[in-house]
């Protein structure tokens, strides 16, 4: 059963969803519990769970919402295939009755509503990420795909969005395939960092999948293949505007010697494999010429070398691109190539000279590019693998999957820790905003209740501590929760990756910078209205048991 | 084309693989230098490339190797699709040669010799896990693949063998896919934790793909589902050796009046919607009731209601699990468990209730593990999640793949960090082993010297520290690369999950306790012959450019 999509539909969408993700794709328990809920006899009930985090990553005070094209995707071929059905029977104990599995043979999402904040949405802890209805059975089996469906894509668009910040408009790419958690991890990550701010990828089949710019040049083995100029087989380029080919490796040579004293090296120091390297990629691609300039001495041979072909590719009309440092001293490396560049620019009257591309690569994290900020630098541009793709500060997003509401009853997780205690109820989340457009506050209400009006006061109370309350009056209220899936039909329109990637620059826009930023930042509130704070308080102490001193 | 497989053929063989692992899955400057080479001439280049990476994961001593039959798979269908090179050609410059794409499209591995450690062996710093060695162009091609394969499986595995010991014989069980990086790392994590020593997973999908053991039983939902006993549709259970269906509410209800003595609590304190809950769930799992107890209390509450409930079943000739905590401080609580379950033992002749298994599942990493031990416990088993497949500790695994020889002469990548200095040509490895069987060397040898035989003295040495030398005699000597893939074909039969697993327990037992322990282990000794260090010191010096003081 295939469906169009209302939305408008990129290549991604065409190419459908990976195929592992399927109802199998998930804890045993569900399954389990689907047949003691079956054979309770709780085909009927119907219940609500909210998807939602309690801490946002990274020890900042956002999130943001990534994942939920693809939990839509999922609900819509939601079914089990006559061999997931054989499988399971094969690990659930012998006493499970037959009927069971003919039941589950029926099952799909038809029955489920399914709303969810817009993807590529700034998000905060306790608010419902989606909200999830239906029959019982049905929404516990959604549970764990929806998990691993929105947390990691959330975090990996987070921890993007983090480092655009950083890097101001500085250009960032995603080089972290070798390192991501398998071939799948990493494509997730290719996505996920260009919806959260990033300007393309290394990865080839991320970019045919998803549409997103691919980048990269050469790796210090290109370099080391090469052991002098003898082994050059080509050595001439025509001009860019055409015209007979002209000795490329003698006007390299020529400039080469021209160029040393710039440098304060000899001759000698300069490597010649490094050289040939160089010249043979700018043969091979005259108009994207960037070296990685420091498999041997950065500033005894890779910029001189460089420099020397960049050159020669400029005498035959092309724009070389510039250089890639991968180890060292990133900031003073940058700093002392973007000195040299400035002095041939005007040694040699060569003006493009002084704004050629740095680009820096090795082991970058926040971190790394706050510091480099500080002390002052001169890249361009990030190739980041490792820590983005890893996210390595906190490489996992612990968003839950909790039951609010069962046939019409609120349902309460209590806990020692206040922090854990679930919101009860279907609720809806309205984001109230102040005169400047910036966001003052989440709402949490009953969905019973009407919503909070512009120019109108409304209380606002934090969930579990009784004297903090304040009265906000919006300027905007925007309600959160999107109804996406309902009658087994998706009923929102799915925006394409680029509309998401807007919609994160322009989520995190309406947020106060002291939210926003990496230090210290100020938590942004989070709140329920006076109603639900009473409906909360109740359920609790009615589910709390009363102890005796003794 | 398809092959046959030569060694044994599990189900996930059959399968094949993921189909997202395709030459695509790339990062781009490999095809650009692809392209570079072509133009270059460096069509009939032939390379040596070495996959190793330069720092145990986790503070330890030692890495599993694992990924190694994705890696074959890989090779075995490697070559570029029309559509591949549609894509490419798209994103490539238009100067790109229309040669080129032909060339590219005639490209297999075909030519590639392929050498390898036994998957599942314990591998350490320097020594290469893989040895590939072909033409140039494909060589390169395949570099990135093919750390994304080995990188994350190797880091896992290490992870859960590290788990492994940290928890001796207790049961691990893998409870990760709603934290890991997407649908495919989970799969990944499922698959290599199980053979770096865990019991199974709660991934169905990897139970299915993979014939590991699934394991689950129920969430805090299903017990927040019920509310109490009215809502138990159905109330009896027949003995488990047949006959009349017995009145199991009433049963149980018995059971709970004349407990509450035992665990000093007042029935009022004792939830009813919990015991509605573990009644329903053990009707429906008579032979699997395992019962998550701290949904409400787990003292004045779960442990009640679990025992009860237990009790009943045993009344009826079934034998109850055991119980899962999911919070709280883990230690206490299963040692309160465990006292309470002696005490009903001994007070109602029930000696099986001592020993019922206590499992404990909550935010558990190895360091928790210890501390557990060292407090002591009462825990039988573990489900472990966000800590195992993220790699919290260390999210990832720097394998890197540098060329080593061209065309017959050997390559040296510099590095002013001289850990980072690859060391240079055709290597073989060999594992050399003392008299009580355990390993106390591995000696890195230029591929060309006779391989180091039992009984006679051999010269170790430090790669890079001069004075550090050792006579080693062997009495065992394993030569670590075999060959898998030459000629188009696999070469050495690929064992099965099963196999690998027990590899892992087999080569960690050769490894000394210090080696292998956690805090702060012993390194293990990786050494290079005598001609090999004279070798690598030659190189360095006709690489390293003499500078001039000034």
């Not at 006007?251 to 050289?275: Q, T």
């Not at 919503?451 to 501590?465: D, M, T």
Request: hydrophobic share 40%; aromatic share 10%; net charge neutral.
């Amino acid at each position: 059963m295939s469906r169009q999509l209302n939305g408008s539909v990129t290549p991604e969408k065409r190419l459908g969803q990976n195929s592992i993700v399927q109802p199998l794709l998930t804890d045993l328990y569900q399954i389990t519990m689907a047949y003691a809920y079956w054979k309770s006899g709780k085909i009927q009930d119907h219940a609500v769970f909210d998807l939602f985090f309690r801490k946002n990553p990274f020890q900042g005070e956002f999130t943001i919402f990534a994942g939920l094209e693809e939990c839509v995707k999922f609900l819509d071929k939601f079914s089990y295939s006559k061999s997931d059905i054989d499988y399971i029977r094969q690990i659930l104990p012998p006493t499970v009755e037959e009927e069971f599995y003919k039941y589950l043979g029926t099952l799909d999402a038809r029955g489920v509503s399914f709303y969810a904040v817009k993807e590529g949405s700034v998000v905060f802890p306790r608010i419902p990420l989606l909200r999830v209805e239906g029959p019982l059975i049905v929404v516990q089996l959604l549970e764990t795909t929806l998990l691993n469906l929105v947390n990691y894509a959330s975090l990996i668009a987070t921890n993007a969005s983090r480092y655009r910040m950083a890097s101001n408009k500085l250009k960032l790419y995603e080089f972290g395939l070798r390192r991501a958690q398998g071939p799948d991890g990493a494509l997730s990550a290719s996505k996920y960092s260009y919806i959260g701010g990033f300007d393309g990828t290394s990865n080839v089949l991320a970019g045919k999948l998803f549409n997103i710019p691919v980048k990269g040049t050469h790796a210090h083995a290109y370099v080391t293949s090469f052991n002098n100029l003898s082994e050059l087989v080509i050595k001439t380029l025509e001009p860019k505007t055409g015209g007979k080919p002209v000795d490329f490796v003698a006007l390299a040579i020529k400039w080469r010697e021209s160029i040393v004293s710039v440098f304060n090296v000899m001759l000698s120091e300069v490597n010649d494999g490094e050289f040939a390297a160089f010249i043979s990629f700018a043969i091979s691609f005259p108009n994207g010429y960037l070296a990685l300039v420091d498999t041997y001495d950065v500033k005894k041979s890779g910029l001189v070398n460089f420099s020397a072909v960049a050159l020669a590719l400029l005498d035959l009309g092309y724009e070389p691109i510039g250089i890639r440092l991968d180890s060292g001293d990133l900031a003073y490396l940058s700093v002392v190539a973007r000195n040299l560049f400035i002095k041939i620019s005007e040694q040699f009257k060569r003006p493009q000279f002084a704004n050629l591309m740095i680009m820096a690569s090795n082991d970058i994290n926040e971190e790394t590019i706050l510091s480099l900020n500080e002390q002052g630098h001169e890249i361009n541009a990030f190739g980041i693998g490792t820590h983005l793709v890893t996210c390595q500060k906190q490489p996992a997003l612990g968003g839950v999957y909790k039951m609010v509401e069962i046939n019409g009853h609120a349902r309460i997780k209590l806990s020692h820790d206040v922090g854990k205690v679930t919101i009860p109820g279907r609720k809806d989340v309205y984001r109230l905003y102040g005169e400047n457009g910036n966001a003052l506050i989440d709402l949490l209400q009953k969905s019973s209740e009407a919503p909070p009006k512009v120019g109108e006061k409304v209380l606002c109370r934090h969930p579990f501590e009784e004297s903090k309350r304040a009265f906000v009056t919006p300027s905007k209220v925007e309600k959160l929760l999107v109804l996406y899936w309902q009658n087994g039909k998706i009923c929102q329109p799915l925006p394409n990756m680029q509309e998401i990637k807007e919609r994160v620059v322009d989520s995190l826009r309406i947020l106060r910078a002291d939210i926003r930023r990496t230090l210290n930042p100020t938590p942004y509130k989070v709140a329920v209205s006076d109603d639900l704070y009473r409906y909360l308080h109740d359920l609790w102490l009615e589910n709390a048991p009363i102890g005796e001193l003794a």
